[in-house]
Nanobody, 118 residues
């Protein structure tokens, strides 16, 4: 199983950005985590295989939307109203359940950097 994350970049506060994560192999529950410089990796959002259930961290709720296209085996993280504190490397992950815990995910992508300038 391989995960390929893309879509990161440098934007200004208030802008939007969409991250993509293409997964090879089976369809999984998918999550996005992020790690800011000098900080631990934290959960951002997750969605189950059938798109019927999702979770998001309080810090991104109302601004980030997770969706997926199972025909393309791709998950998207739409990030709106970006803030400087959203600056981080974003990682997509695949697992068996929708969870905010990194330990519940079996496969990880390489990460894509999002930089938000104020």
């Amino acid at each position: 199983v391989q995960l390929q994350a893309s879509g990161g970049g440098m934007v200004q506060a208030g802008d939007s950005l969409r991250l993509s994560c293409k997964v090879s192999g089976r369809i999984f529950s998918m999550g996005w985590f992020r790690q800011a410089p000098g900080q631990e990796r934290e959960f951002a959002a997750a969605i189950n295989r059938d798109r019927g259930y999702s979770l998001s961290a309080d810090s991104v709720k109302g601004r980030f939307t997770l969706s997926r296209d199972n025909a393309k085996n791709t998950v998207y993280l739409q990030m709106n109203s970006l803030k400087s504190e959203d600056t981080a490397v974003y990682y997509c992950a695949a697992g068996r359940v929708v969870s905010g815990a990194a330990a519940d995910y079996d496969y990880w992508g390489q990460g894509t950097l999002v930089t938000v300038s104020s």
